[in-house]
C-alpha cells in the first residue's frame, strides 16, 4: 500500500463495541469470542469498509462534525491512511481498523470498527490486546487517537481500555492516548 498522508484530526472515525461484559473462566467459550485474524486491507474490502462505517457511525459522525458521511468520505479516509486490517472471526470480516505510523516510537489510531452484532462481546478488547502487542514490537511507545464526544459508547471503551484524554475538545472530537510501558 502507498504512503499515504494522515487524515485530519477532525474526521476521525471511531466505533467500538460498549464496554466489554467480563466472562470468568467457568463460562464455556462463546462462538463470539472465537479467535481473530488479523489481514491487511485489499480493494476487495471497500464494500465492506463502507457498509460497516455507515452503520454503525454515519449518525454519530454527522452530529459529531456536522458533515454528511459518505461511502466517497469513507474511502478517503481510509485510503489516507499509512494501514487498514482486516479483523475476520471463522474466515468472515467483522471489523477493521486503521492506522498512521506518525514516528519511530509513535503510532496514530485512526479507526476501530466492529459490525453491531460482535460489539459488547469482549471481541473490542482483544482487538485492543492485539494492536498493542503489535505496536510494541514495532517499538511504538505511544498510541494517539481521537474519540468522537458524540460517541458515548466508544469513550468508555477507550477509557476503560487504558487509554486516557491528552486534551480539549476539538472539531467533535478530544484526542486520546495509551502509554506503553
Known sequence: MKK???????KS????????????????PTQSMARLHFRPR?????????????????????????????????LQLVN??????????RGKPIGYYCYDKTSADRIYWGSLVLVPSKQAKGLGRKVVEHFVAEAKKQ??????????????????????????????EQNGSVPILFQIN
Not at 48 to 63: G, M, P, Q
Open 139 to 168: 517499538g511504538v511507545r505511544r498510541i494517539d487517537g481521537h474519540v468522537q464526544v458524540k460517541n458515548e459508547e466508544a469513550y468508555h471503551f477507550w477509557m476503560s481500555n487504558g487509554f486516557q484524554v491528552a486534551g480539549r
Open 4 to 10: 499515504r498522508q494522515p487524515k485530519p484530526a477532525s
Open 13 to 28: 472515525l471511531r466505533a467500538t463495541p460498549a464496554q466489554s461484559k467480563k466472562k470468568t473462566a467457568a463460562q464455556p
Open 80 to 89: 489516507q491512511t499509512d494501514t487498514c486490517v482486516i479483523i475476520e472471526q
Open 42 to 74: 485489499t480493494d476487495e474490502d471497500d464494500s465492506f469498509i463502507s457498509s460497516i462505517t455507515l452503520l454503525t457511525l454515519k449518525d454519530v459522525f454527522e452530529a459529531s462534525t456536522n458533515q454528511p458521511l459518505t461511502e466517497a468520505i469513507i
